[in-house]
C-alpha cells in the first residue's frame, strides 16, 4: 500500500512521523466531524467545515466511528492485517489532525463538543483541579468535578437531539455514565456492546431503527490498549488492527442505503525506547520547585511553588535540552495550539508545559502508577504520528 502521508493532501498529511504539526481547527480537525454529520443531517445553523454535505447527497442516517489509536501513520504499518482498512483509505480516506494535547479524554471531548479543547476544558489526560493538589485522571472520573460544569460546552450530540435527529452512543458497558462520557456525548442513547460483534450488531441496529434522520456514534479501544501494552505493530497490536478490520466490513456491508460511515480516530502512536525516557521522580533537579504534576508522559503540566517557574523552565531546560520544548503556561496558550482558552480554564494548565519532541517521555514513576512505566508506546505530544488521524467517508 503507498503510504498515505505522502499523497497531495494538506500540510500535515506530508509531514514525516516525527515532524511538529499543529492543529487543523477550522476545517480539518476531529473537532470539524459532527458539525459537518449534523449539517448532512440538515440540522439548522450547522456548519460544513469539512464539505460532507456536497459529498453525500440524500444520506438521512449517519454512524461515526472512532477507532482508538489509529493514526494516519500508524495505516501502512497496519495494512497487512487490515486490507479493508488499507483498501477504504486508498478510495475513501483524507486525513484530519486531532487536537491537542494528542490524547483520548481531550479528543474524545474534542468530536462530541465540535470545540477546541481550550474551549470544552478538557485539556489532558490528568489535570490539576484549581484550587487544589488534586489531580483528576478522567479516564477514571465519576461524577467529582460534576461533568456539566468540568465540561460546560454543550454536545453536538445534544443539539442533533433537538433538532429531532436520533441519537444513540455505542460504546464499551463499563463507559456508561462515567464523567468522561457525559463531557462527550451527553445527549445520545447510551448502548452498551463488549467487543467488535457486538459494537457492529449494535451501530447497525441503531441506525436503521427508526425511519427519520439519525445519528450514530461508536468507539472501539483495543487498538490503541494493545499499542500501549505492547507497541505499534507488535503481535497484539496486529491482531487488534484485524478486528477493527472485521467491524469496518462488517459495518460498511450492512449500512442502509440512505446511511453513511464516517471512521475516525482520537490521535496515533509512538513507541518510546528505554533511552528515552526521564524520571522526574528520581532526578531531584526535576522537582525542584515542582508542587502538582500533571498531562500525561509526552505532554506535563508542572504546577510549581509560588515564584519558581522561571527557575523549573531553566532546569527542565537544562536536563531535557533537545528532547522537549519547555514553555510557560502564557507561551503554550499563545501557541494557539489548546485553540483559545478561557480565563476559567487557564488554572488547568501547568505554569510550565513541556511538550516531548521525537520519542522522548517523562515518567513520573513514584507518583503515578507503576503501569505507565511499563507501557511501550504513547501519544499525547504534536507530532504527526500522534496528530495526524484518518476520516473516512462511505455511503451505504
Not at 475513501?92 to 494535547?101: E, W
Not at 463507559?175 to 462527550?184: I, P, Q, S, V, Y
Amino acid at each position: 500500500m503507498t503510504d498515505p502521508a505522502a499523497a497531495a493532501t494538506p500540510g500535515f498529511a506530508r509531514a514525516a512521523p516525527l515532524e511538529i504539526v499543529a492543529p487543523g481547527y477550522g476545517g480539518g480537525s476531529l473537532a470539524d466531524v459532527l458539525p459537518s454529520a449534523l449539517a448532512v443531517l440538515g440540522v439548522p445553523g450547522a456548519g460544513d467545515p469539512l464539505g460532507l454535505t456536497a459529498a453525500l447527497p440524500g444520506v438521512r442516517r449517519i454512524a461515526v466511528l472512532l477507532v482508538d489509536g489509529l493514526g494516519w501513520h500508524q495505516i501502512p504499518t497496519a495494512a497487512p492485517y487490515a486490507p479493508t482498512l488499507a483498501g477504504l483509505v486508498a478510495t475513501a480516506g483524507r486525513p484530519l489532525t486531532c487536537g491537542f494535547p494528542s490524547t483520548t479524554p481531550t479528543s474524545l471531548v474534542t468530536l462530541g463538543t465540535g470545540a477546541a479543547p481550550g474551549a470544552h476544558g478538557v485539556l489532558g489526560f490528568t489535570l490539576r483541579v484549581p484550587g487544589t493538589d488534586r489531580v483528576l485522571n478522567h479516564i477514571d472520573w465519576a461524577d467529582d468535578p460534576q461533568p456539566l460544569r468540568w465540561q460546560p460546552v454543550p454536545t453536538q450530540l445534544e443539539r442533533a437531539r433537538a433538532a429531532g435527529v436520533a441519537v444513540t452512543v455505542v460504546s464499551r458497558p463499563e463507559f456508561g455514565g462515567t464523567g468522561l462520557t457525559l463531557a462527550a456525548n451527553r445527549g445520545g442513547d447510551y448502548r452498551g456492546a463488549a467487543g467488535v460483534d457486538a459494537l457492529a450488531a449494535t451501530m447497525l441496529a441503531a441506525l436503521a431503527a427508526g425511519p427519520g434522520p439519525t445519528l450514530v456514534s461508536g468507539y472501539h479501544p483495543d487498538v490503541d490498549r494493545n499499542g500501549h501494552l505492547s507497541g505499534v505493530d507488535s503481535v497484539p497490536w496486529r491482531a487488534a488492527v484485524a478486528e477493527v478490520d472485521a467491524l469496518l466490513a462488517r459495518l460498511v456491508d450492512g449500512l442502509p442505503a440512505d446511511a453513511a460511515l464516517l471512521v475516525t480516530a482520537d490521535h496515533g502512536q509512538l513507541d518510546v525506547p528505554a533511552g528515552h525516557r526521564f524520571d522526574l521522580d528520581t532526578d531531584p533537579r526535576l522537582r525542584a520547585g515542582v508542587r502538582v504534576v500533571a498531562g500525561e508522559p509526552r505532554v506535563r503540566y508542572l504546577h510549581v511553588a509560588p515564584g519558581a517557574t522561571a527557575d523549573v523552565v531553566a532546569a527542565w531546560s537544562g536536563v531535557l535540552g533537545a528532547a522537549a520544548r519547555v514553555l510557560t503556561r502564557a507561551e503554550a496558550v499563545a501557541t494557539g495550539w489548546f485553540g483559545p482558552v478561557p480565563e476559567e480554564h487557564l488554572g488547568r494548565l501547568g505554569d510550565v508545559v513541556v511538550i516531548c519532541n521525537d520519542t522522548y517521555a517523562v515518567m513520573a514513576s513514584r507518583s503515578e502508577s507503576p503501569l505507565l512505566s511499563r507501557l511501550v508506546a504513547f501519544h499525547g505530544a504534536d507530532t504527526a504520528a500522534e496528530m495526524t488521524i484518518p476520516l473516512l467517508v462511505l455511503r451505504g
